[in-house]
């Protein structure tokens, strides 16, 4: 460990410090329907919009109608995406004349997109077209992206609903998402990463002769287009394979925490929109500081355990050094670009939130490294979470340590103002487990059974650690994966076990969807039965959620509840590896 690396990662949450009033203020401006300043700009756009969709953004919806937008919005999505990607050798920008992925891969593929997941069964510079690229998965991560944040300004508007059941308008909410929050920070984050070196580009791959005087292609593409809304949208799926550690993607060490900021910078910001909405900034701050708390604590493993590296290591002469004089540490799977401090930031940065970019390799963690990113997806993704789908988890998590907090003092639970019934624990509490119950099941399965099996690369704790993160991942629509594991094998003469990567796409689709919209249902219920609640004076009794002391419960809360459901898991994965001295 270094100065300079422990620096690095406190200018950087520094700076997500100070954006986030300023971001978070502006989207509470654009979701309570005040005057921002590039209504002039795009306010024609957004009306025309409207017009096209026969839309009558006065009418409010209730949870139900709302929910119901949202899957038809997403259906409509996936059927698009799904066409888009089987028909790719008839469109145009297609230089390289890729055909279509296998309809299994395309299955997952879609899924994953559509969830906001971007978990990737295939390299995206040796399968996909320009087309598919930008018209297909760049256009999907900015929609699945707003979809999350509409839902979690429903629930905003649900608790702070003093009339009626209505949570707005989910058409007018998708598109202001786009239109003044999403493509704006693109369009300027984009031309600040081509600034930068990263490719955007509509030509052909380029040929080289190598000093050996044999010949290859070096992939190009529209990558920074690609690249903005990835890290944006807390989205993740990369141009090429290698991700944020391919050079044209991620070309500097600026870009690198450029990128970084781009991740947190939304989720972050949404809870001070929160505090906003509900007329209480110290309410945002709370749910912010519970956040930092977490996100402290798993960065600041994640580096000592790397910097350090393991016993097997040290007696295998294989602990690098990083710079003269200074003390060694795991290099392996790293870039030299970004070092140990740079890889870990950035890996537990996506693995907070549902990003699922790397820029480094999670299969060459050491074992208490590789805990930290499973441990973060075993929050449940609240530290910072995805776009919108932190905000939403977490304040469910809200509503569970405001009842276990009631039933302490002895009082009936309360929410700024708000009683909290067993109504409404009932449906947090589902919606909290859907995702643990999913990524366990699935694992079960996976590992059950054979056709699982065939997708695991590694051995031993390793092989499970691979497959328990796989799901894990997906079922949190993060995207990051344990290198090994595969869902796609090349077809070739005499292939086998293709059933077993078909098992793979299947099961991690049903992963996928069944962990994004399940939760996204209880969600909505959960605004609609806040909603139309009357508000009640706080008295002498009644408990704050904006003191260190809620702080400290909220954060018990989401560690008792990740503990309790996932240890067992971590056990026999990433934590009897660290204890048994293997290299990685």
Known sequence: MTLQGWLQIVVFF?????????LGGYMARVFTGQHVHLARVVGPVERGIYRVLRVDVEREQDWKSYAASVLLFSLAGWLLLYLILRTQSLQPFNPEGFHSMPWNVTFNTVTSFLTNTN?????????????????????????????????AVALIRGIVGRNGNGLGNFWQDVVRTVLYVLLPISVVGALVLVSQGTIQTLGHYLSFTGLTGLGGHTAVGPVASQEVIK?????????FNTNAAHPF???????????????????????????????????????????????????GVLYASEAHGTPAQHAAGLHTQVVANSTGGNMEGKEQRFGIAGSALFNTVTTDT????????????????????????????????????????????VLLAVFIGG???????????????????????????????????????????????????????QGFSETFYAYLS???????????????????????????????????????????YAPILFVLAVAGSLAGKRVSPVGLGTMRTDNPTFIVLLIGVVILVGALTFFPALLLGPIVQALTGHLF
């Not at 520094?14 to 300023?22: G, S």
């Not at 399968?127 to 979809?147: E, I, P």
């Open 474 to 516: 997906q079922s949190n629509n993060n995207g990051s994966a344990f290198a090994g594991y595969t869902g796609f094998i090349q077809p070739t003469a005499g292939n086998v076990g293709s059933h077993g990567i078909t098992f793979a796409d299947l099961l991690g689709s049903f992963d996928l969807a069944f962990a994004r």
């Open 119 to 151: 978990w990737q069964y295939y390299g995206g510079e040796t399968t996909l077209s320009y087309f598919s690229q930008m018209v297909g998965l760049t256009v999907q991560n900015f929609v699945s992206a707003a979809v999350g944040i509409c839902v």
């Open 249 to 299: 993607e991620n070309p500097t060490g600026f870009t690198n925490i450029f990128e970084i900021l781009l991740v947190f910078s939304i989720p972050a910001a949404l809870t001070a929109t929160y505090g906003r909405m509900v007329g209480s900034r110290r309410q945002g701050w709370a749910l912010f500081a519970a956040m930092a708390v977490m996100f402290a604590a798993g960065v």
């Open 354 to 397: 549902s990003t699922g970019a790397v820029d480094a390799s999670f299969d060459s963690l050491s074992g208490l490294g590789g805990a930290v990113p499973m441990a973060n997806l075993a929050t449940g993704e609240v530290i910072f979470g995805g776009v919108g789908s932190g905000l939403y988890v977490m304040l469910l998590y």
């Open 231 to 239: 890290n944006l949208g807390t989205n993740g799926g990369g141009f």
């Open 407 to 461: 039933l302490m003092v002895g009082r009936t639970p309360e929410l700024l103002g708000k009683k909290i019934e067993a109504r409404e624990i009932k449906l947090a509490s589902v919606g909290i487990l859907i995702t643990p119950l999913t990524a366990l099941i699935s694992t079960a399965l996976a590992i059950a059974d054979h056709a699982g099996r065939v997708s695991i690369f590694n051995s031993g704790p």
């Open 14 to 22: 520094a700076i997500v410090v100070a954006i986030t009033p300023l």
